[in-house]
């Protein structure tokens, strides 16, 4: 099993930047898929960004490609979240989650490990 910590978030404006990160308890991290996923208000949660066991393989959602970058650094149990040109439609609670699977997958039903969720305000 694996805890998941995420932080980071804030409120900044429009057109600014933002890293969130999260912190994963256990020796196995390098074993699990990572995800993140976001929750606006009266909104289902959707994906993000996702990133192989590696960190050789990323996948983005439409609405943020070109504007974030996930990352992840087994030494230190980490995955990131780079968000740049952010915009007040990018408000939500995020997620960062983990997939024991092993495979790189969008469905929030394939992710078996949820953190908490830190709060990403964007002001226009």
């Known amino acids: 099993q694996v805890q998941l910590v995420e932080s980071g978030g804030g409120l900044v404006q429009a057109g600014g930047s933002l890293r969130v990160s999260c912190a994963a308890s256990?020796?196995?991290?390098?074993?699990?898929?990572m995800g993140w996923f976001r929750q606006a208000p009266g909104k289902e949660r959707e994906f993000v960004a996702g990133i192989t066991r590696s960190g050789g393989i990323t996948d983005y959602a439409d609405s943020v490609k070109g504007r974030f970058t996930i990352s992840r650094d087994n030494a230190k149990n980490t995955v990131y979240l780079q968000m740049n040109s952010l915009k007040p439609e990018d408000t939500a609670v995020y997620y960062c989650?983990?997939?024991?699977?092993?495979?790189?997958?969008?469905?929030?039903?394939?992710?078996?490990?949820w953190g908490q969720g830190t709060q990403v305000t964007v002001s226009s």
């Open positions: 989650a983990a997939d024991k699977s092993g495979f790189l997958r969008r469905d929030i039903r394939s992710y078996d490990y």
């Open positions: 256990g020796r196995t991290f390098s074993t699990y898929t």
